[in-house]
């Protein structure tokens, strides 16, 4: 993540255009010529627009020398470009009343700029800026070089388990680039020359590989005449998008590990390989997360947090990608509980659910937590407007913005216990206990 947005405009956009989802979405879906998928929504409840670009880039797409290239320039094409000055990007849209912000996943980099409505031209503009202009220098790629390693070190060294997802995913995936998280490698970007950056962005950064997508109150036709001058001109890429070829070997058997962490309380965590995204499993185990650790009369918390105090925190979490995924269990331990003890615990509820249909009203109650759940998450005109390009990116079908929830409601008591018996299973995971510096536990 880039910055923190300002207080006034995320409100605005947070409360202002919260939009009934009793209705369908409408949207309508174009391309430009030279590949840029477009994707308009139009809601006139309030006179802002929301303006998305999601670039289908992600850690996964990099190099094996060449770690950080995806979340380097989720900051560097904030730097400016040949008609924006230095520094000059964000200020034109904080001017304008807006804000704008960037993040970065496994498998895409998404930007935004959240804007008065009428001045929907300055996002299109400074998108196409972005895509087409974007100012790449030595100036810019050394500062940014020092606004990663400072992001870096806040996040991930010195945040408490913050560490925690690196060395899951380097001991879950041995093959796929998955097995390196976006922040990377800061030796890889030390060493990179100014080519090597100008090379990743003229490879992804392509309208073929982009999806331009608008919500909020913009009148269609006009939107789409500014489009097209803004971004019509902008050629298309000539070389075929890298995408990963590595298809990751089944586990093989339990992998366990101790890791020293500046904490005071030990934790124990249990990751899962997991179907990749979409699937039928995929649901399912979106709906056993739900379960386990959906709020405070979830089993997790339940009986490790409240029951037998165990626990100070637990919970699961899905991590689904576009390749492959993993489903998620932890426990951070209350003082005095050994991460072995806690352990054990967990591997009971996680048992419970393998061997037992879950209750007909705790089933019903979940289902009912999803369903606000989805419409939550489409509830403002940048959720619709992000949620609109992760569908088209991957699943190939935006209009799941509608109908995705028929999708969670066709799974059954069954489809849970089955995925939690086929993937749960000690073969089939990574369990790591983080202690405090010098306090290793007598059986890891």
Same mark, same amino acid.
């Given at each position: 993540?880039?910055?923190?947005?300002?207080?006034?405009?995320?409100?605005?956009?947070?409360?202002?255009?919260?939009?009934?989802?009793?209705?369908?979405?409408?949207?309508?879906?174009?391309?430009?010529?030279?590949?840029?998928?477009?994707?308009?929504?139009?809601?006139?409840?309030?006179?802002?627009?929301?303006?998305?670009? !999601?670039?289908?880039?992600?850690?996964?797409?990099?190099?094996?020398?060449?770690?950080?290239?995806?979340?380097?320039?989720?900051?560097?094409?904030?730097?400016?470009?040949?008609?924006?000055?230095?520094?000059?990007?964000?200020? $034109?849209?904080?001017?304008?009343?807006?804000?704008?912000?960037?993040?970065?996943?496994?498998?895409?980099?998404?930007?935004?700029?959240?804007?008065?409505?009428?001045?929907?031209?300055?996002? !299109?503009?400074?998108?196409?800026?972005?895509?087409?202009?974007?100012?790449?220098?030595?100036?810019?790629?050394?500062?940014?070089?020092?606004?990663?390693?400072?992001?870096?070190?806040?996040?991930?060294?010195?945040?408490?388990?913050?560490? $925690?997802?690196?060395?899951?995913?380097?001991?879950?995936?041995?093959?796929?680039?998955?097995?390196?998280?976006?922040?990377?490698?800061?030796?890889?970007?030390?060493?990179?020359?100014?080519?090597?950056?100008?090379?990743?962005?003229?490879?992804?950064?392509?309208?073929?590989?982009?999806?331009?997508?608008?919500?909020?109150?913009?009148?269609?036709?006009?939107?789409?005449?500014?489009?097209?001058?803004?971004?019509?001109?902008?050629?298309?890429?000539?070389?075929?998008?890298?995408?990963?070829?590595?298809?990751?070997?089944?586990?093989?058997?339990?992998?366990?590990?101790?890791?020293?962490?500046?904490?005071?309380?030990?934790?124990?965590?249990?990751?899962?390989?997991?179907?990749?995204?979409?699937?039928?499993?995929?649901?399912?185990?979106?709906? !056993?997360?739900?379960?386990?650790?959906?709020?405070?009369?979830?089993?997790?918390?339940?009986?490790?947090?409240?029951?037998?105090?165990?626990?100070?925190?637990?919970?699961?979490?899905?991590?689904?990608?576009?390749?492959?995924?993993?489903?998620?269990?932890?426990?951070?331990?209350?003082?005095?509980?050994?991460?072995?003890?806690?352990?054990?615990?967990?591997?009971?509820?996680?048992?419970?659910?393998?061997?037992?249909?879950?209750?007909?009203?705790?089933?019903?109650?979940?289902?009912?937590?999803?369903?606000?759940?989805?419409?939550?998450?489409?509830?403002?005109?940048?959720?619709?407007?992000?949620?609109?390009?992760?569908?088209?990116?991957?699943?190939?079908?935006?209009?799941?913005?509608?109908?995705?929830?028929?999708?969670?409601?066709?799974?059954?008591?069954?489809?849970?216990?089955?995925?939690?018996?086929?993937?749960?299973?000690?073969?089939?995971?990574?369990?790591?206990?983080?202690?405090?510096?010098?306090?290793?536990?007598?059986?890891?």
């Amino acid at each position: 993540m880039k910055k923190t947005l300002l207080l006034g405009t995320a409100m605005l956009f947070g409360f202002s255009t919260l939009i009934a989802q009793s209705s369908k979405i409408q949207f309508e879906k174009y391309t430009l010529s030279n590949g840029l998928k477009v994707i308009l929504h139009q809601d006139k409840s309030a006179p802002v627009v929301a303006v998305t670009m !999601l670039y289908h880039v992600g850690s996964k797409n990099e190099d094996t020398n060449r770690t950080g290239f995806a979340h380097f320039f989720e900051h560097l094409l904030f730097e400016g470009s040949q008609n924006i000055a230095r520094g000059q990007f964000d200020k $034109l849209t904080s001017n304008a009343g807006g804000a704008n912000n960037a993040n970065t996943t496994q498998d895409r980099t998404f930007y935004y700029d959240l804007l008065p409505s009428n001045q929907l031209e300055l996002g !299109l503009w400074l998108e196409s800026e972005r895509l087409m202009h974007a100012k790449i220098d030595d100036i810019g790629v050394n500062t940014q070089r020092e606004v990663v390693k400072e992001e870096k070190r806040q996040r991930v060294d010195n945040q408490p388990y913050g560490t $925690l997802l690196e060395n899951v995913m380097k001991r879950a995936f041995k093959v796929h680039p998955y097995r390196w998280m976006p922040i990377g490698s800061m030796e890889h970007l030390n060493s990179a020359k100014l080519e090597h950056f100008i090379d990743f962005y003229k490879k992804f950064y392509v309208p073929n590989n982009a999806v331009l997508s608008i919500a909020g109150d913009l009148n269609i036709e006009e939107t789409k005449k500014l489009i097209e001058a803004y971004f019509g001109p902008i050629p298309r890429g000539t070389n075929p998008i890298p995408r990963p070829t590595e298809v990751e070997p089944p586990l093989g058997g339990e992998v366990r590990d101790v890791v020293e962490d500046n904490i005071q309380l030990p934790a124990v965590i249990q990751a899962y390989r997991a179907p990749k995204e979409g699937s039928k499993e995929y649901y399912a185990f979106n709906v !056993l997360q739900t379960i386990l650790s959906g709020g405070e009369s979830s089993r997790m918390n339940k009986k490790l947090v409240d029951e037998k105090q165990m626990a100070l925190a637990a919970g699961a979490f899905p991590f689904f990608m576009e390749d492959a995924g993993l489903f998620i269990t932890f426990g951070i331990n209350n003082m005095g509980i050994q991460p072995e003890a806690l352990e054990k615990e967990i591997d009971q509820i996680i048992e419970s659910v393998k061997t037992q249909l879950v209750g007909e009203r705790e089933f019903q109650k979940v289902r009912n937590q999803i369903q606000a759940q989805f419409i939550t998450r489409n509830s403002t005109l940048a959720g619709i407007a992000e949620s609109l390009a992760n569908y088209e990116v991957y699943f190939g079908d935006a209009n799941l913005i509608n109908t995705e929830i028929e999708r969670y409601n066709q799974i059954t008591r069954q489809d849970l216990m089955d995925v939690a018996k086929k993937y749960l299973t000690k073969e089939n995971r990574v369990v790591l206990y983080y202690v405090p510096k010098g306090a290793k536990p007598s059986n890891p």
